[in-house]
């Protein structure tokens, strides 16, 4: 890895399920990867979408902290749904935690990692 980037690693978050870091610090950004709705053991998050979204959400905000970050220094997120029928319940909860309304894309796709409904991925200023 370039010595002007950093991995971050936070064990309050679920770990990375594949070869990737939870997030890399570069630029003076912070990339965090998808976070699935898992906890820090790697456990999937059962319940409703808004639980699934509360569990991602939380993921981000580990792992910005533990980057010298944070959910209000982010600037662009990705939101990727397994169903836009979840679209409203989903943002029900994304809008506690992104009151500053940074940029973002939500896309529905086909199928997600260990089959879960939603990932959110974020770009942070450090």
């Known amino acids: 890895m370039s010595s002007d980037m950093t991995q971050v690693f936070t064990k309050n978050a679920c770990p990375p ?7 890399i610090k570069a630029a003076g950004q912070v ?12 456990k999937l998050v059962e ?13 981000l905000k580990a ?7 944070g959910i209000g220094k982010v600037v662009k997120a990705g939101v990727f749904l397994s169903d836009m029928k ?4 989903m943002n029900s909860v994304y809008e506690q ?7 973002r894309t939500c ?20």
Do not use: M
Not at 47 to 59: F, L, R, V, Y
Not at 111 to 118: A, F, M, R, S
């Open 17 to 23: 399920a594949g070869p990737y870091s939870q997030a």
């Open 31 to 42: 990339w965090v990867a998808g976070q699935i709705p898992a906890d820090s053991n790697g």
């Open 47 to 59: 319940g409703s979408i808004a639980d699934k979204t509360k569990q991602c959400c939380e993921n």
């Open 63 to 69: 792992i910005l902290d533990e980057a010298g970050s």
């Open 86 to 89: 979840h679209f409203a319940e």
């Open 97 to 103: 935690y992104f009151t500053h309304k940074p940029a």
């Open 107 to 126: 896309v529905a796709v086909r199928e997600l990692p260990k089959g879960v409904d939603v990932e959110i991925e974020a770009i942070a200023l450090q």
